[in-house]
């Protein structure tokens, strides 16, 4: 049978050239390839050109390639979180294409499925559109995005067989399907690998015929960037107790609350990073919401509890 | 809780005005909305455009809604099958829009992500392409297609809870997830209704968010357009006899023989409808192929052995 595993990282990644453009899945910290970031240390290659929807911290996930200078350029939409980053953007080091997440999403996938260039509402106005074609269609501008495309296209599953199909976990799905569809060689790092066969054919994320390498990875961190608990019970009292770990002024909370008081029974509710995530805390109780993560899950609750914390349910 | 279920297909439908654009899902005869296009039959809603694949058969699927004239306008990329959609499209009674499968498919997507236009290889060059813009990039010639939506899409999955989210089987799957999207409404009918929550988020086709109006379906027929099966072991003996119900002549199998030997082990091999399909009673013992069928199904065997035929696995 077709068998694309390949003994570890360093095998997957092993010819992965100077100047490459990969691409590498993973939202914030979560469903981050990190058995082949470290690998790609080892081998120090450099001059890469790096698509990912952000550069990680300052010393997991890519954060840990641009310490190691191996990165020319960064396709992104969010710089945060990262010193280095952010030293290197400033300091004209590092070339940085700042694009709007949907958009960077499209633009990945449009190279999967062999569009060249699209139309999109996202950026007209904005620098974003600079040097960009802007055409109207029903009285509406959009501007005109191009496919991306990777030499390596790098992607963390939670299930994957020896054919390549994949599964992932929660969120840290995001951009990785798309991007599998958009590598000249894709390669997947996997929780398990199980024997072909084994996986649901109704249940596969990525078929195989995407995925040119596949190993078992280990000694995964998954590393949560902001740990933020309830308390086991939200009530009248603790209700303003919405974190553990990070310090939010009441004034903060106080807009979360007015803006809660939008919703309307049956809303569908997307919610960016910052204040507009602690409006979760604040949903009157007679209505009923979705919630929807920045990173694409829908059904979000408030905040875990203690026992429920889990690295691939992840949020803005 | 967000309940979307209604009663039945009657209720479902009921709003539907005349002169309403439709999509449909369905691929042949798999994964049709056989109960949704039941209630339309009685509500005598008329000149409808409809937006699917292909119209059924004649007395099965949109061909029961062309024998009563309700339909002014089919949006399709096949046309077989079906006497009286023949018929009404050489008299002109029918107006007809052929398109390649996957511009088809694209074009919907692209209705349900919100991008107007983009532009796709397929078609250059051909019919298809007259009146439409071609561009170069790279060095290769586009063509721009538009998007396409719908007052109403009209799907039918395995199974659906009452927020709406739905889960597919085999290749009834087909362009059903990207309808749901770019319908204003979109109605669900659905084999099993289960209780909300019950469903592995993971697992999900079509997030609730698509979706908004469900109902349990009942009495499917789930009609198989062309059974074909193989004997239970297929030998050098009767490798020949490859139908039971439709006659094909040696030559043809010959031909299909022929091809085989250009298969190559580890390739991936989409099969067409016809001679294509028969490629896969030959394949050399000593390679592996992965064959995909028309609808997109990677892992295609042979023709099933009698115990296997299941509707939802159908090939073109």
Not at 304 to 314: G, K, M, R, T, Y
Request: charge should be negative.
């Amino acid at each position: 049978m077709i068998n694309k595993v390949v003994k570890n990282a360093d095998e997957a990644v092993k010819d992965i050239q100077n100047g490459s453009t990969l691409m590498l899945g993973g939202f914030g910290l979560c469903g981050i390839p990190e058995n082949s970031i470290d690998a790609l240390l080892r081998t120090g290659v450099k001059d890469l050109t790096c698509i990912s929807n952000n550069a990680g911290v300052d010393d997991f996930g890519i954060g840990l390639l641009l310490k190691t200078r191996q990165v020319k350029k960064m396709i992104s939409s969010y710089v945060g979180e990262n010193q280095e980053f952010e030293r290197q953007l400033l300091s004209g080091e590092l070339e940085v294409e700042l694009l709007p997440q949907g958009t960077l999403a499209e633009r990945i996938r449009a190279g999967g499925a062999g569009i060249p260039a699209f139309f999109t509402p996202a950026g007209v106005g904005t620098e974003v559109a600079e040097g960009k074609e802007i055409r109207e269609f029903n009285g509406k501008s959009y501007l005109m995005e191009s496919w991306l495309k990777a030499d390596f296209s790098i992607v963390k599953a939670w299930k994957g067989d020896s054919a390549g199909n994949l599964i992932f976990k929660g969120t840290a799905r995001n951009f990785s399907p798309m991007m599998a569809s958009a590598g000249k060689i894709t390669i997947a790092e996997v929780e398990e690998l199980v024997p072909l066969g084994s996986l649901n054919p109704n249940d596969i994320h990525v078929p195989g015929i995407y995925v040119q390498r596949i190993f078992k990875g280990s000694n995964y961190e998954k590393r949560i960037e902001q740990r933020t608990v309830s308390k086991p019970k939200i009530t009248e009292e603790n209700k303003n107790i919405v974190s553990q770990k990070t310090t939010v002024g009441l004034d903060k909370n106080q807009i979360a609350q007015r803006i809660s008081q939008e919703l309307k029974d049956g809303y569908y509710v997307n919610l960016g990073i910052g204040i507009p995530t602690l409006v979760a805390n604040f949903i009157p109780e007679h209505i009923n919401v979705v919630l929807q993560s920045e990173n694409g899950l829908l059904g979000i609750g408030p905040f875990p509890i203690e026992e429920n914390v889990d690295a691939d349910l992840i949020n803005a």
